[in-house]
């Protein structure tokens, strides 16, 4: 336990670490919050005509490609991630205990 007033001292590579399994534990949150944006777009309202000034509806293919666009940015995301995760030596990973 470092005495009061003593700045911590991480190490560069522990924390190079731990900020790593930070971003793999972060990755599904920031997917849900990416794919729920398309529940914030307009919608087309069939009864009442478009007014001027109105938001205008997202097209259904336009939704599509923006929902497997954040698909696919997540898998590489992930990929990199991993390819990151992979290069830390056993000895530095940090244990179970946080």
């Known amino acids: 336990m470092p005495q ?6 991480l ?9 790593v399994m930070d971003a793999v ?14 529940l914030l777009w307009p919608v087309a309202d069939p009864l009442p005509p478009v ?6 509806p997202v097209s259904m293919s336009a939704a599509l490609t923006y929902i497997f666009g954040v698909w696919a940015g997540l898998i590489v995301l992930c990929l990199l991630l991993w390819s990151r995760a992979r290069r830390i ?10």
């Open 51 to 56: 007014q001027d000034g109105a938001a205008t």
């Open 11 to 19: 190490e560069r590579r522990s924390y190079r670490v731990r900020r």
């Open 25 to 38: 534990r972060l990755l599904p949150v920031l997917g849900l919050a990416l794919w729920m944006v398309p």
């Open 89 to 98: 030596p056993p000895d530095t990973a940090p244990s179970g205990q946080g």
């Open 4 to 9: 009061p007033g003593t700045p911590l001292f």
